[in-house]
């Protein structure tokens, strides 16, 4: 009696901890890099948080589960929470103004929230995944920009410890928005124009700024060819708004009205229109005329600092950073300042991902690297204490 044969079936290997899957080992060093980072990064930030509670605040007993939580659900996080737990409220109801916040984030914590119950938890581990995600697609454009893989990972590091790179770490839509970002420019960089537009459709869906990847995405496009012409597969892009679309109907289901988030970023968060060089005149009349207090310090002061930043990175970086990396970074830059009363300006800059391109390509010089590496992490850590006691940015 002959023993039956069976087919062989190939089990997965298991090298450096990581299975393989399908995916090269230059991609699994690039994961392993982005979850490593990650992981220390939010070790620190909750070590942080715990001291920052009980010698910073002050709080007394136990609870360190508590304030160490506390810390990472301030400012916009509750507002996403709101939207995750209850949707959007209607004209008449509480906190109306949350309209405002686009809602691909929100409505994953909401699918999440059914797994962990705990909306706080659910947005920290959105925000994990989604900047391994981003950390991988980072290093995937600089490779295939045609850097070696040390600068690949010297962009990694630029963009985990940027001052305001924190916000990665929180239930805010930094992570989730960069990972979309990105990950639409990683597949449009390969001609994969589906996966750009898709990826492209749910960063609009996360905030306003996405919209400006369709402009960017299409000089990509025709770049391509030279410049004459375009691919037509690049058609795909077309679905990149549809995002914002969504946005737009729900505004119109719950106020009769697509644009009713214009009307309540005026009249709540006191946001409207004006042009760039208001803002920045603004920012620099406030810095050389008024007294040193909170207010200039935290919004006019940094503003000014943030802006002169990523003007004088992307500059030296103008005449070789692609086109497209261009157009959506100085599209993101007069965006941010052609709103009035713009607090935010250090935590925005964040998500102008071609300063880490240009970071990576001044750091081959081993004492530019540790400079900038040491002052980023060292303003993160401050910001971060910042943030965690009295102002978000």
């Known amino acids: 009696m002959t023993a039956l044969s069976l087919p062989r079936v190939p089990l997965p290997d298991v090298r450096g901890g990581l299975i393989r899957i399908g995916i090269g080992p230059e991609a699994q060093r690039w994961i392993l890099r982005a979850a490593l980072l990650a992981l220390g990064i939010r070790i620190a930030l909750l070590i942080a948080g715990y001291v920052t509670g009980y010698i910073i605040i002050g709080r007394e007993g136990p609870g360190a589960q508590d304030?160490?939580?506390?810390?990472?659900?301030?400012?916009?996080?509750?507002?996403?929470?709101?939207?995750?737990?209850?949707?959007?409220?209607?004209?008449d109801g509480e906190y109306p103004e949350i309209i405002v916040f686009l809602p691909?984030?929100?409505?994953?914590?909401?699918?999440?929230?059914?797994?962990?119950?705990?909306?706080?938890?659910?947005?920290?581990?959105?925000?994990?995944?989604?900047?391994?995600?981003?950390?991988?697609f980072i290093q995937g454009i600089v490779r295939y920009d045609g850097a070696d893989d040390a600068e690949a990972s010297r962009a990694l590091w630029y963009f985990f410890l940027f001052p305001t790179a924190y916000f990665l770490a929180m239930p805010y839509t930094e992570a989730l928005f960069m990972a979309l970002l990105l990950g639409s420019f990683y597949y449009a960089r390969r001609g994969n124009w589906l996966m750009a537009a898709m990826f492209g459709a749910f960063c609009t869906a996360t905030r306003?700024?996405?919209?400006?990847?369709?402009?960017?995405?299409?000089?990509?496009?025709?770049?391509?060819?030279?410049?004459?012409?375009?691919?037509?597969?690049?058609l795909w892009l077309a679905i990149v708004p549809w995002g914002f679309v969504v946005y737009?109907?729900?505004?119109?289901?719950?106020h009769g009205d697509p644009f009713a988030f214009v009307d309540f970023e005026d009249q709540y968060w006191f946001h409207h229109r004006i042009w760039p060089w208001e803002s920045v005149r603004e920012a620099y009349e406030w810095t050389t005329e008024a007294r040193p207090d909170f207010i200039r310090v935290s919004?006019?002061?940094?503003?000014?600092?943030?802006?002169?930043?990523?003007?004088?990175?992307?500059?030296?970086?103008?005449?070789?950073?692609?086109?497209?990396?261009?157009?959506?970074?100085?599209?993101?830059?007069?965006l941010f300042l052609s709103v009035s009363f713009q607090i935010s300006m250090p935590r925005y800059i964040l998500?102008?991902?071609?300063?880490?391109?240009?970071?990576?390509?001044?750091?081959?010089n081993l004492e530019a690297h540790q400079t900038m590496l040491t002052m980023s992490a060292v303003l993160m850590g401050a910001f971060y204490v910042v943030y965690a006691t009295r102002w978000g940015f």
């Open 299 to 334: 919004i006019y002061e940094f503003r000014l600092a943030a802006t002169a930043l990523a003007v004088v990175i992307l500059g030296i970086g103008a005449f070789w950073l692609r086109p497209s990396y261009q157009v959506f970074a100085w599209l993101s830059l007069l």
């Open 67 to 91: 304030i160490i939580l506390e810390t990472f659900k301030r400012w916009d996080a509750a507002s996403y929470e709101r939207i995750a737990e209850n949707g959007y409220p209607p004209p």
């Open 208 to 234: 306003l700024q996405g919209m400006l990847l369709l402009p960017a995405l299409i000089v990509e496009a025709v770049h391509q060819k030279n410049w004459r012409g375009v691919d037509v597969r690049a």
């Open 248 to 254: 737009l109907l729900i505004n119109w289901d719950i």
């Open 104 to 136: 691909l984030f929100p409505y994953l914590v909401h699918v999440v929230e059914w797994i962990i119950p705990s909306f706080l938890v659910a947005g920290m581990l959105i925000s994990a995944i989604a900047s391994v995600a981003a950390g991988y």
């Open 351 to 364: 998500t102008i991902f071609p300063m880490y391109f240009v970071m990576a390509h001044l750091g081959r």
